[in-house]
């Protein structure tokens, strides 16, 4: 199953957000409400779906999405404008979407930087990402961007890292970490490279964490990026 992504306008270096098909909210709808309903419309989740999503989270249950009690019931990968793209569906119709950029990738996905209020927000930052391969085995990525997205929270970084014919991964650096909330609030997640390098049974790890904290409940939420010689993937825990 593919999925569409919103349109992202890109100048430069900076990022502009387009306004992105928000379902009319009611009149007696809280802003945090539009929000997760523009979200939910967004990734191709269903209005009766949404509407059972948005009513578990107002009574201040969570989402399977974040959890974390439950395995998805449906996983599918796709390739979108360069980048890869992992939606995971979870058995109350909620969504988590991963996302690892390629080199040349066509500017940013555009995720929850949704907002029916139309206040300002702080945009994800626009890198570069880019690769150079030697001779002697090894390919290094540069300035690419990893990013999880579920109806709650978004949280990305971007990282410098290396893969060799060996089987060696490495993380040589990892910065510019954002964070966007819908229904909640969380601080920019604190960065960390915990393992710079690793192979296929202990692959080199950086990580991002934060502690979301709503109506629905609070937790922590990580981000890592994994790297051995031969992948380069994006995972979560906590949410």
Sequence with gaps: MKFKLASAAIAGLGLAISAVGVLPANASESPE??????????????????????TKINRGELPDSVEGALSPADVTISEENGWTVTRSTYPDGSVALTYLELPEAEGLPALASLNSTEAAIEPMSVGNCSSTEGGS?????????????????TMSFRANYTRTSSGVGTI????????????????TPTL???????????????????QFSGASGGF????YLNVHGGSAWSSKSGW
């Design 220 to 223: 922590t939420a990580y981000l």
């Design 33 to 54: 409400t539009a929000d997760l309903r523009a979200w939910y419309e967004q990734v191709g989740v269903d209005d009766a779906t949404a509407n059972e999503l948005i």
């Design 192 to 210: 960390t490279i915990n393992r710079p390098s690793g192979t296929v049974s202990n692959p080199a790890q950086a990580r991002a964490v934060t």
């Design 137 to 153: 085995g090894y390919a290094s990525y540069y300035d690419c961007g990893v990013i999880e997205s579920t109806d709650l929270i």
């Design 172 to 187: 040589s650096s990892a910065y510019s970490p954002y964070v966007y909330t819908n229904a909640g609030s969380a601080p």
